[in-house]
């Protein structure tokens, strides 16, 4: 393909002259055909074009095409006149080329809230395809399918992993005994009655929000419930401190059902006696 006139091509020329060069069975895989599929990738550079091509073809990567060869060629799927890998694909195929957690965490996650992917359908295309570059996504998707709804939630499973307590419900949703709604916790030890809720700074402490987890905060302590705040940033920053604060609200909420079921008054049953 030549590009007549001076200038930078567009992304749209690149893409075309990708396919080109890849030949007619030539699909999009990867970020670009993520992104042209609805996905934002936020965080993810933008990189060169990477291609999937049968494996009889005997076309070789060059400048910023990458040309990846596979016996699994999947049904295309176009998009303005876009040939290209179908969603779950193009994402598992951009996932195996990170050799860091983070965009990997962030792309599948986005993958399935924005994409509606089912983490299961990823799981089988995982054990369908190569193990190369495959162990990072598998382990983010273990977590996607505990219930992780959010890079947040998936890095504060990382977290529990480090404290040796039992698992938590993920995302279960709790009402009391007249099916009022409580509250949704990212993580809940029912065992202890501990709720464990990874709570942004940017939108949890706006005015509305705030009065929100105020409430919220305030319906888990009439039902007994004891409630750990994380920031999400400390589940990256001090994983080791938040693993040790989660350990203590454990062994603190357990101490309290004890004592309860002992018929020990608890401080807040001796201050309701004194009124």
């Known amino acids: 393909m030549l590009l007549l006139g001076s ?5 749209r020329q690149l893409v075309d002259g990708a396919l080109l060069y890849g030949g007619p069975q030539a699909l999009v ?18 990189n060169g074009i990477h291609l999937l091509i049968p494996d009889s073809c005997k076309v070789s990567s060059v400048g910023s095409v ?14 303005d006149g876009v040939p290209m890998a179908p969603l779950f694909r193009a994402v598992l195929d951009e996932c195996r080329r990170f050799s860091a957690r983070d965009p990997v965490r962030a792309l599948l996650t986005e993958a399935v809230q924005r994409g509606r992917l089912n983490p299961e359908v990823l799981i089988r295309e995982l054990e369908a395809g190569s193990d190369r570059g495959s162990a990072l996504p598998r382990e983010v998707l273990r977590d996607v399918l505990r219930g992780a709804r959010s890079v947040a939630e998936v890095d504060a ?5 480090r404290t040796g307590l039992p698992e938590p419900l993920w995302n279960h949703e709790l009402r009391d005994a007249s ?11 029912k065992k202890v009655r501990l709720a464990w809720e990874v ?17 919220r905060n305030s319906r888990y302590a009439a039902e007994g419930i004891l409630v750990l705040q994380t ?3 400390r589940l990256r920053s001090e ?17 309290m059902n004890v004592l309860q079921l002992r018929g020990v008054p608890t401080r807040r049953s001796n201050l309701l006696n004194k009124q």
């Open 157 to 161: 499973m990382a977290v529990w992993r």
């Open 29 to 46: 895989t990867g970020l670009e055909a993520c992104r042209r599929q609805g996905l934002r990738g936020s965080g993810i550079a933008a």
């Open 7 to 11: 200038g930078k091509p567009t992304r």
């Open 66 to 79: 990458t040309v990846e060869r596979t016996t699994r060629m999947p049904r295309p799927v176009v998009v």
């Open 199 to 215: 709570d942004s700074y940017d939108f949890h402490f706006a005015r509305e929000q705030y009065a929100g987890t105020l409430e």
């Open 179 to 189: 099916g009022r709604y409580i509250g949704t916790p990212d993580g809940y030890f």
């Open 239 to 255: 994983p080791g401190k938040v693993a040790a604060e989660l350990v203590a609200a454990y062994d603190a909420a357990n101490s």
């Open 231 to 233: 920031l999400p940033s």
